[in-house]
């Protein structure tokens, strides 16, 4: 069995046949599906949703690309939600947060000040963190140290060799998906094939970042066990054993997740 350890399912792409999309992935051979938050405006969503689902489990957080909406007393809402879900066992940790410097027209200043909250609130609680690190992999690990946070994901880890054994030294794991199985992607592809394979979780960023066999069409997370089998590949090692060392590796990286098993 795989772990999806980030799936936007609750996304309008997925209005039609949601429940369809959760049962198919179930079926394909994933036991768990983690779904990020963006903001307040899905805080209920994501939860409602973690709890419909067969595997189904969620983060709380405000998304760097939705900070141009969020307003700074969101920061007190989340710490709310965050309180009112600790006895949850489908909460799972704080995300998605982290910093973008690939879409143009945000701010960075309001950026970090969302990141830099979110942080605090990761150390108060002793929950992990899933970031999203798209050109921003030295501020968000920055962010990290300063707050000595130690646990979490960077989701759709796409730099260095020398950024990600950073990124491990700090106790964090590194989110691997479709990108993965185009022959065209060397370095993620060769990040995934080297790196320690305890450091390294599967996602689908669902319904983003389709793998090569549904190029351009909408991702799902049923789409796991491809990938997975495509970083099985890069590693000389058999997808069963793939399967199992990413679970203890999301396990690991979130530890609540291993609280419920349903």
């Not at 036991?31 to 983060?59: C, K, S, T």
């Not at 309001?110 to 002793?126: C, P, T």
């Amino acid at each position: 069995m795989w772990i999806d350890t980030h799936c936007h399912l609750d996304a309008s792409e997925f209005d039609a046949d949601r429940d369809a999309v959760a049962a198919a992935a179930r079926r394909a051979g994933v036991a768990r599906i983690v779904i990020p938050a963006i903001g307040r405006q899905n805080f209920a969503a994501v939860r409602e949703l973690a709890h419909r689902i067969d595997g189904g489990a969620y983060a709380l957080g405000i998304h760097p690309l939705f900070t141009p909406g969020a307003d700074e007393h969101d920061l007190e809402l989340l710490r709310m939600e965050i309180e009112a879900s600790l006895d949850d066992v489908r909460f799972v940790g704080i995300g998605e947060i982290g910093l973008d410097y690939f879409v143009e027209g945000l701010d960075d200043a309001r950026q970090q000040f969302f990141y830099d909250g979110q942080l605090q609130l990761a150390r108060e609680f002793d929950l992990p963190v899933i970031c999203h690190v798209r050109k921003s992999q030295d501020q968000v690990l920055k962010g990290l140290r300063r707050q000595q946070i130690h646990r979490g994901i960077a989701h759709a880890f796409n730099g260095s060799f020398q950024q990600a054994q950073a990124y491990i030294d700090q106790g964090m794991h590194l989110g691997f998906g479709g990108n993965l199985t185009f022959e065209r992607a060397r370095q993620i592809r060769r990040l995934a094939g080297q790196l320690p394979f305890d450091a390294l979780v599967v996602e689908t960023d669902a319904p983003d970042i389709p793998p090569a066999w549904i190029y351009r069409q909408r991702n799902t997370p049923g789409q796991i066990p491809g990938i997975g089998a495509g970083l099985a590949q890069l590693r000389g090692m058999a997808a069963d054993e793939a399967a199992l060392g990413t679970t203890a590796n999301a396990h690991a990286a979130l530890p609540r997740l291993a609280l419920s098993s349903a």
